[in-house]
């Protein structure tokens, strides 16, 4: 049996390893495109790919081997068939020779084999599109799920803004209703109004009108005091009208009582307060009024005096104290009725707190005044 050289041999087992090789990492190459799940290493060891290709190699060179045994075996066989075909050996001399076998199944083998070689070109070709599109695919699948959830996302928006459009709606009606009331309030109201208003212009045209001829004026008011002024008219006694007025302050309590109190500035020219129930205001009033106006000629030779003199008016005794210097303090004492039916009378003159004889004091007239007492007084060399 022939066989061929080593190193040609050697040649063939590097070739075909290479061709191994080449077909394995295509065959990886084809899985890791089409599931790459089956590349995944199983549970179990893997063994030695050194070890693997030598069996791999070992099984491929045998395969060879049986195929030229077989082929040697055909050729026998057909050589033996013929032999025995032969009734002698002159008829094998005489025999032509037997025409060479066809070569068709090989060459159809071949085309068979460069068909199958394309088709996997082919196959793998539609392998990689049909990946890219399998991408294109679920890049699509993904991005359309995205925008299912953007839009079921703008349909709850739109859902919960066409409520809050209602609400709105209606919250807008409502203020409409609302707002059309109030007009017809307000209009009302209005109208109200301006009756209170002429009603007020018409009070004050009165309030004014009394207050020319009323002795007692409201100056201010407020939620605890009230302020009030005192000016008595004297038709008859047209010097009285120079009287300053009198303000008072009326300021009331939570048990429904008022005090009554005279303004600082005429604080000393009557009595400085007074308190009582409501009812007793009016009372108090009056009270004040007539007394202020029983005193007007007095009063207003006190406040007259008062410019020139250092004088203080004690009303509740009736008294008037001069100082004439820081040591020396005259009384004066004034009688009801004065000046048309009581005097002025000196009562004691006090200096150092001691008191100085006023036998020889007296004015050159008779029944004097204050104001001749005032004069004689602060002229006088014997005090």
């Known amino acids: 049996m022939y066989r061929p050289p080593l190193n040609s041999r050697r040649r063939r087992r590097r070739r075909r390893r290479g061709d191994l090789k080449t077909k394995m990492a295509k065959v990886r190459e084809v899985l890791q495109r089409c599931d790459p ?67 068709g199944a090989r060459s159809r083998w071949k085309a068979l084999k460069a068909e199958l070689s394309s088709g996997m070109e082919e196959t793998e070709e539609l392998l990689r599109s049909l990946q890219e599109r399998l991408q294109q695919i679920s890049s699509r699948r993904r991005r359309l799920t995205q925008l299912l959830q953007l839009l079921h996302s703008k349909r709850r928006q739109r859902e919960q803004l066409a409520v809050s459009l209602l609400k709105a709606q209606n919250a807008l009606l409502s203020c409409d209703q609302q707002l059309k009331q109030l007009r017809g309030e307000a209009a009302a109201a209005l109208g109200q109004l301006l009756s209170w208003q002429q009603f007020r212009d018409t009070l004050q045209e009165h309030v004014v009108a009394k207050q020319e001829v009323m002795e007692i004026r409201l100056i201010s008011f407020n939620q605890s005091e009230m302020l009030v002024e005192i000016r008595p008219r004297f038709p008859s006694d047209p010097s009285s009208n120079e009287l300053e007025p009198l303000r008072l302050s009326v300021s009331w309590r939570h048990d429904d009582r008022f005090l009554l109190q005279v303004d600082e500035q005429a604080a000393g020219l009557v009595e400085g307060c007074g308190s009582g129930s409501w009812s007793e205001l009016s009372t108090q009033l009056l009270a004040v009024l007539k007394g202020y106006r029983g005193q007007a000629e007095l009063l207003c030779e006190i406040q007259s005096l008062r410019s020139c003199y250092a004088i203080d008016w004690c009303p509740a005794q009736r008294l008037l104290v001069y100082l004439k210097s820081a040591s020396l303090v005259c009384h004066l004492e004034v009688e009801e009725g004065y000046p048309r039916h009581g005097r002025a009378v000196l009562r004691c003159v006090r200096r150092d707190g001691h008191p100085v004889d006023t036998a020889a004091l007296k004015p050159h007239t008779a029944n004097p005044s204050l104001t001749n007492w005032l004069v004689f007084l602060s002229t006088s060399p014997l005090i």
């Open 37 to 103: 799940v089956l590349l995944e290493p199983c549970d179990e060891s893997e063994p030695d790919c050194s070890e693997a290709l030598g069996v791999v190699l070992f099984l491929t060179e045998s395969r060879r081997v049986q195929k030229i045994l077989w082929r040697q075996l055909f050729v026998l066989d057909s050589m033996v068939s013929l032999l025995e075909g032969l009734e002698s050996a002159q008829q094998l001399m005489t025999q032509p020779c037997p025409p060479q076998p066809e070569v």
